[in-house]
């Protein structure tokens, strides 16, 4: 009695509660009570994780490029389950943008995004490039090698934009170079600038879901139209409506629950990120590479031609950007089903495979020279059987000229270049030669680190590496040449044996 | 209504019809403008040092970015050979800790022709190494690789790597450093051509016309 006293009392003054009680009471179509429909909800939840963890770490944490990377250290071993609340900040992130993804794709396939929901999905569009706003900034923040080179990694992009290149690298970095006020403005974009504008999106984006209702589940066939789609999805929850409160919104309780203890356990099992080796610029022994979410943008890098690296990473973000805000504009009606699109399944699919492989070569970065497989990897026992001493000193100019870099063999060294385990059998003495001293594509030029002696030495080498002794590779042409020059013989006597000694010789 | 004590701001036109208070209320609408274009402009004096301070960095001149950095003594770079050198950035601030270090890599030619490049690759600014076997500088990132000479050899970078302007002072290397390297912000100027094995008394005669000896290591270690 007393207590309903208080409430009144309160609620007379606030006015608040009641409303809030309605909206969560809403009925909703009893057909999207689905477990389908659990993932915004789960970003948000997620969100509230990343927000009250980040307060926490807070507490500790010194923005400072002094302190930053000690900081951290001193949260993982010095004070009691810090290690446990950055591997929960850390999982969290990964986490958000996984669910944040999957939402994307989930309202896209389901044409959620249709009329009259066209700006639910651009502010949605907008909290994705916000989360990864957040991603990207929160790896500046953990300050060690791989933070410092993305940050060169993302002031080499910015000064790439023509004309006010310069100026932009400036603003990127507070300053000439990466430091204490680069890592000072990546501090208040993380906690204070992108926070304040994700939670203000999403109670916007929140507030549209409330305005226009759950979407209902698409059907085949069912079309969405500018004149009728209100009108029917109202009749729609008139006849099947549920309360959202408790009657759908129990499976997003549990799907929240469940992923906030998985975020847990990967927290507890796996541990915090890092923080890698300290951000000293001159120690260069380092093969900087993103978070997982970047890893195949870091992947793309690799393989655009240099002509047409700056357009692409000028323009290309451009297109995405705007194509996924302009997409309810351009296809606001119609079918919502995704068996009746197929050009929607179809670019999900082909992105979907794209990003895959993208970050699976991310993290193995075959483009890379493995820094140390000229002193690490030795040539395989088997290619040294039954090869003459120059062949042998061959094998020593290819480890001692770092060749095992770029050019594996059976199976060990880098991958940047093809592997030499058959090289005899695709090319012959004079092509190999020509290679090794002029290069070309992708290769360098070695002619001014190889000596003839050594090139003598390499060359010959590599001609004994024909795989499972497969044929040499021979010059065709140079075969034909000497076949037309045997085939006329000038003593039409000697032709006959005079043919089989020129196919045998060389 | 008549209990109620009379407001003494009450005005007249609130017993007026719609209409009336509308004809009647011109001048508060017009206040109302007046103090909305009053906030207006206190607003925009209000935001231009407030964008200033937020630009800043941006509106420095190039000719106030970098100094000449001593690199230490001519005799640890032998001819022949490219060697890593460390050193303070002359742009480091009180804040940068160990980020204010920078390594450069220095090729010493001939007795007085050194080159000095930028550790960062051309392509996205990650850390090369030199291989003095193969006579290269490879990339980490995405396999940039460079010649000795610091001109581009093969991968994704589409230009040599970043040369500091270099001065030799009686026996000490140095070099002009500043900005992080970058494409548009270079760590040399352009039209500095590669550096080609030369006589020496050419090179010193070029040197001597632009000596001077009032080379610092940092501007705020003074």
């Given at each position: 009695?007393?207590?309903?006293?208080?409430?009144?009392?309160?609620?007379?003054?606030?006015?608040?509660?009641?409303?809030?009680?309605?909206?969560?009471?809403?009925?909703?179509?009893?057909?999207?009570?689905?477990?389908?429909?659990?993932?915004g909800?789960?970003?948000?939840?997620?969100?509230?994780?990343?927000?009250?963890?980040?307060?926490?770490?807070?507490?500790?944490?010194?923005?400072?490029?002094?302190?930053?990377?000690?900081?951290?250290?001193?949260?993982?071993?010095?004070?009691?389950?810090?290690?446990?609340?950055?591997?929960?900040?850390?999982?969290?992130?990964?986490?958000?943008?996984?669910?944040?993804?999957?939402h994307l794709?989930q309202v896209f396939?389901f044409g959620s995004f249709k009329f009259p929901r066209e700006l639910t999905w651009m502010v949605g569009v907008v909290l994705l490039?916000?989360?990864?706003?957040?991603?990207?900034?929160?790896?500046?923040?953990?300050?060690?090698?791989?933070?410092?080179?993305?940050?060169?990694?993302?002031?080499?992009?910015?000064?790439?934009?023509?004309?006010?290149?310069?100026?932009?690298?400036?603003?990127?970095?507070?300053?000439?170079?990466?430091?204490?006020?680069?890592?000072?403005?990546?501090?208040?974009?993380?906690?204070?600038?992108?926070?304040?504008?994700?939670?203000?999106g999403?109670?916007v984006h929140?507030?549209m879901v409330?305005?226009h209702?759950?979407s209902?589940?698409?059907?085949?066939?069912?079309?969405?139209?500018?004149?009728?789609?209100?009108?029917?999805?109202?009749?729609?929850?008139?006849?099947?409506?549920?309360?959202?409160?408790?009657?759908?919104?129990?499976?997003?309780?549990?799907?929240?629950?469940?992923?906030?203890?998985?975020?847990?356990?990967?927290?507890?099992?796996?541990?915090?990120?890092?923080?890698?080796?300290?951000?000293?610029?001159?120690?260069?022994?380092?093969?900087?590479?993103?978070?997982?979410?970047?890893?195949?943008?870091?992947?793309?890098?690799?393989?655009?031609?240099?002509?047409?690296?700056?357009?692409?990473?000028?323009?290309?973000?451009?297109?995405?950007?705007?194509g996924m805000l302009l997409l309810p504009l351009l296809a606001g009606?119609?079918?919502?089903?995704?068996?009746?699109?197929?050009?929607?399944?179809?670019?999900?699919?082909?992105?979907?495979?794209?990003?895959?492989?993208?970050?699976?070569?991310?993290?193995?970065?075959?483009?890379?020279?493995?820094?140390?497989?000229?002193?690490?990897?030795?040539?395989?026992?088997?290619?040294?059987?039954?090869?003459?001493?120059?062949?042998?000193?061959?094998?020593?100019?290819?480890?001692?000229?770092?060749?095992?870099?770029?050019?594996?063999?059976?199976?060990?060294?880098?991958?940047?270049?093809?592997?030499?385990?058959?090289?005899?059998?695709?090319?012959?003495?004079?092509?190999?030669?020509?290679?090794?001293?002029?290069?070309?594509?992708?290769?360098?030029?070695?002619?001014?680190?190889?000596?003839?002696?050594?090139?003598?030495?390499?060359?010959?080498?590599?001609?004994?590496?024909?795989?499972?002794?497969?044929?040499?590779?021979?010059?065709?042409?140079?075969?034909?040449?000497?076949?037309?020059?045997?085939?006329?013989?000038?003593?039409?006597?000697?032709?006959?044996?005079?043919?089989?000694?020129?196919?045998?010789?060389? | 209504?008549?209990?109620?004590?009379?407001?003494?701001?009450?005005?007249?036109?609130?017993?007026?019809?719609?209409?009336?208070?509308?004809?009647?209320?011109?001048?508060?609408?017009?206040?109302?403008?007046?103090?909305?274009?009053?906030?207006?402009?206190?607003?925009?004096?209000?935001?231009?040092?407030?964008?200033?301070?937020?630009?800043?960095?941006?509106?420095?001149?190039?000719?106030?970015?970098?100094?000449?950095?001593?690199?230490?003594?001519?005799?640890?770079?032998?001819?022949?050979?490219?060697?890593?050198?460390?050193?303070?950035?002359?742009?480091?601030?009180?804040?940068?800790?160990?980020?204010?270090?920078?390594?450069?890599?220095?090729?010493?030619?001939?007795?007085?022709?050194?080159?000095?490049?930028?550790?960062?690759?051309?392509?996205?600014?990650?850390?090369?190494?030199?291989?003095?076997?193969?006579?290269?500088?490879?990339?980490?990132?995405?396999?940039?690789?460079?010649?000795?000479?610091?001109?581009?050899?093969?991968?994704?970078?589409?230009?040599?790597?970043?040369?500091?302007?270099?001065?030799?002072?009686?026996?000490?290397?140095?070099?002009?450093?500043?900005?992080?390297?970058?494409?548009?912000?270079?760590?040399?100027?352009?039209?500095?051509?590669?550096?080609?094995?030369?006589?020496?008394?050419?090179?010193?005669?070029?040197?001597?016309?632009?000596?001077?000896?009032?080379?610092?290591?940092?501007?705020?270690?003074?």
């Amino acid at each position: 009695m007393a207590g309903l006293k208080i409430y009144n009392w309160i609620e007379h003054r606030l006015g608040l509660i009641q409303p809030l009680k309605e909206a969560a009471e809403h009925p909703t179509p009893s057909n999207n009570a689905s477990w389908w429909y659990v993932f915004g909800s789960a970003a948000t939840v997620l969100l509230m994780l990343q927000i009250v963890t980040g307060i926490l770490l807070a507490l500790v944490y010194s923005p400072s490029a002094n302190e930053a990377w000690t900081s951290l250290n001193f949260l993982n071993h010095n004070i009691a389950l810090g290690w446990y609340l950055r591997a929960l900040h850390g999982w969290g992130s990964d986490f958000m943008i996984a669910i944040v993804l999957i939402h994307l794709v989930q309202v896209f396939l389901f044409g959620s995004f249709k009329f009259p929901r066209e700006l639910t999905w651009m502010v949605g569009v907008v909290l994705l490039l916000l989360t990864l706003g957040m991603a990207f900034t929160g790896q500046v923040m953990r300050f060690d090698q791989d933070a410092y080179w993305g940050l060169g990694i993302g002031a080499s992009i910015s000064s790439r934009v023509p004309f006010v290149g310069a100026k932009l690298v400036h603003l990127l970095l507070g300053g000439s170079i990466i430091g204490g006020a680069t890592l000072s403005r990546f501090f208040t974009l993380h906690v204070f600038v992108i926070p304040g504008l994700l939670l203000a999106g999403v109670a916007v984006h929140v507030l549209m879901v409330l305005r226009h209702g759950v979407s209902d589940w698409p059907m085949p066939g069912r079309l969405v139209r500018k004149s009728t789609y209100e009108r029917e999805y109202h009749e729609l929850t008139q006849r099947t409506g549920l309360p959202f409160v408790p009657d759908a919104a129990w499976k997003d309780a549990i799907f929240a629950a469940a992923i906030l203890f998985s975020v847990m356990a990967c927290a507890f099992f796996f541990g915090p990120f890092g923080p890698g080796g300290q951000p000293d610029p001159t120690i260069i022994q380092t093969a900087p590479h993103p978070d997982f979410a970047f890893l195949w943008i870091y992947a793309v890098l690799a393989f655009l031609p240099p002509s047409l690296e700056t357009p692409v990473l000028l323009v290309a973000p451009v297109i995405a950007i705007a194509g996924m805000l302009l997409l309810p504009l351009l296809a606001g009606e119609g079918e919502r089903h995704w068996a009746r699109r197929p050009v929607a399944v179809l670019s999900v699919s082909v992105i979907a495979v794209t990003l895959g492989i993208f970050t699976r070569l991310g993290t193995y970065t075959p483009w890379s020279p493995v820094m140390d497989a000229w002193s690490g990897d030795a040539v395989p026992v088997k290619y040294m059987h039954n090869r003459t001493p120059l062949e042998r000193e061959g094998a020593m100019v290819l480890q001692d000229k770092q060749c095992r870099d770029c050019h594996s063999l059976d199976g060990a060294g880098g991958l940047r270049g093809p592997a030499l385990d058959s090289v005899a059998a695709r090319m012959t003495e004079d092509q190999i030669v020509r290679q090794v001293l002029q290069g070309g594509g992708n290769m360098p030029a070695y002619g001014n680190a190889l000596n003839p002696a050594e090139t003598k030495a390499l060359v010959s080498f590599l001609m004994t590496l024909r795989g499972n002794a497969l044929e040499p590779a021979m010059d065709a042409s140079r075969e034909l040449l000497r076949q037309s020059r045997t085939a006329t013989p000038v003593n039409p006597d000697a032709a006959v044996p005079g043919t089989a000694k020129a196919g045998e010789q060389k | 209504m008549s209990e109620l004590l009379k407001y003494p701001g009450e005005s007249k036109a609130d017993s007026l019809s719609p209409e009336g208070k509308a004809a009647a209320h011109t001048r508060r609408v017009f206040l109302f403008k007046l103090a909305v274009g009053l906030n207006a402009l206190v607003g925009a004096v209000l935001a231009v040092p407030l964008a200033g301070y937020l630009l800043g960095p941006a509106a420095r001149k190039r000719s106030n970015i970098g100094a000449w950095v001593n690199l230490g003594s001519l005799s640890d770079f032998p001819v022949g050979q490219t060697r890593l050198a460390d050193f303070l950035s002359p742009m480091a601030a009180f804040n940068d800790g160990e980020t204010g270090k920078t390594s450069c890599w220095v090729r010493r030619v001939s007795e007085q022709t050194v080159q000095v490049f930028a550790i960062n690759c051309a392509h996205l600014g990650c850390p090369v190494r030199w291989f003095a076997e193969s006579k290269l500088f490879l990339c980490p990132c995405h396999g940039g690789a460079y010649y000795e000479d610091g001109s581009r050899a093969s991968g994704p970078p589409e230009r040599g790597l970043f040369e500091y302007k270099t001065r030799i002072a009686g026996d000490h290397l140095l070099i002009h450093a500043g900005n992080l390297p970058t494409l548009s912000t270079e760590a040399s100027c352009k039209e500095k051509p590669m550096v080609q094995i030369q006589p020496a008394k050419q090179i010193e005669a070029a040197r001597a016309v632009s000596a001077d000896p009032a080379a610092r290591s940092t501007t705020w270690q003074g």
